[in-house]
């Protein structure tokens, strides 16, 4: 068990780094500050197998995050924990920091997901964070599928995404962005969208890492090729997994996609430790059909069980 931390000192919950756009646009706000009461929201979860169940055997959380009892819904996996995050604020507002840590243990089964979409407010100073931290242990099979993140007009947020994965497990790490809350015309009208995924092994070892900067206003905007290509919705599938080759886990997901009204591009990931596919649609329901797809063909192919519908409470 790690040494207890000061989850409540600023080093803990504020990003160890962060994008120079963004922290141009630190200001200390007019509203509630960053550690004020209900700005810092805390989960920290470790898991284990009992038997031939995945139990939550440690758990701290501050508001506005939270979770309920870990369910178990997959008649194929009786013994794997789905566990759903819940923020109680209603979504993410200025000066707000979310720290995530998942701790996946030896042989767990997992599946963490959001309650609903997370909304970005508005913000006129400062911006938002959080932080995701999530390890997967030796045999543990992992899988992380949040609802679309929206941003406001006038948002501000980065994510930070740490993914200590062993050689021997298996983590499938999925995001969905917006382009804003389209039915009220907000068509990218945020400020800053920023993101930073590393997946590492254990010993510090970096394998991949992607990074996503969008500034509606800068460079002539991000609807272009190479960014939304004239699309609304974007989402991206990482596969951690020695289960399979990573040209067979690629094969899978372009596949699935295949045919659908989506633009998709899959491929290995680098030393070859696993696959990838990131999915562009003009529609949000055409989005989350591939997205599912593309989750399906991934299980069938690792676990050979299909994916479950996700009960949202």
């Known amino acids: 068990m790690p040494a207890v931390r000061d989850r409540l000192a600023p080093e803990y919950y504020e990003p160890v780094r962060l994008p120079p756009e963004l922290t ?3 200001a200390a706000p007019e ?3 960053p550690g004020s009461p209900a700005k810092v929201g805390i989960l920290d979860l470790a898991f284990a197998l009992r038997g031939d169940r995945t139990e939550l055997v440690e758990r701290y ?4 995050l ?3 009892r870990p369910l178990y819904v997959d008649p194929a996996l009786p013994g794997m924990a789905f566990v759903y995050v819940m923020a109680t604020g209603g979504g993410i507002a200025q000066a707000d920091r979310y720290r995530q840590d998942l701790r996946c243990g030896p042989g767990t089964q997992v599946l963490f997901t959001t309650q609903a979409a997370t909304k970005v407010y508005r913000m006129e100073q400062d911006y938002a964070t959080q932080r995701v931290h999530l390890t997967a242990a030796d ?3 992992v899988e992380y599928l949040p609802d679309p993140l929206i941003p ?3 948002s501000r947020f980065h994510q930070g995404t740490v993914l200590t994965v062993h050689e021997n497990a298996t983590v499938v790490y999925g995001e969905t962005v917006t382009a804003g809350r389209i039915a ?3 068509r990218h009208a945020y400020t800053l969208l920023g993101g930073d995924l590393e997946i590492r092994r254990p010993d510090g070892t970096t394998l991949a890492v992607d990074t996503l900067r969008l500034r509606p206003e800068a460079h002539g905007g991000v609807t272009g090729p190479g960014v939304f290509a004239g699309h609304d919705h974007v989402a991206s599938l990482f596969v951690v997994s020695g289960r399979r080759p990573a040209a067979e886990i690629a094969d899978a997901l372009h596949r699935a996609l295949t045919g659908r009204e989506v633009l998709h591009g899959a491929s290995v990931l680098p030393e070859d430790c696993g696959a990838w596919v990131r999915v562009l649609a003009h529609e949000q329901p055409r989005l989350a059909e591939a997205v599912r797809a593309a989750w399906d063909a991934v299980r069938r192919l690792l676990i050979g069980h299909p994916a479950p519908d996700l009960r949202k409470p």
């Open 24 to 26: 141009a646009l630190s």
């Open 31 to 33: 509203t509630l500050g």
């Open 61 to 64: 959380q501050k508001t506005p």
């Open 66 to 68: 939270q979770i309920m």
């Open 139 to 141: 045999g543990a099979y």
């Open 152 to 154: 406001f007009a006038g």
């Open 184 to 186: 009220r015309g907000e």
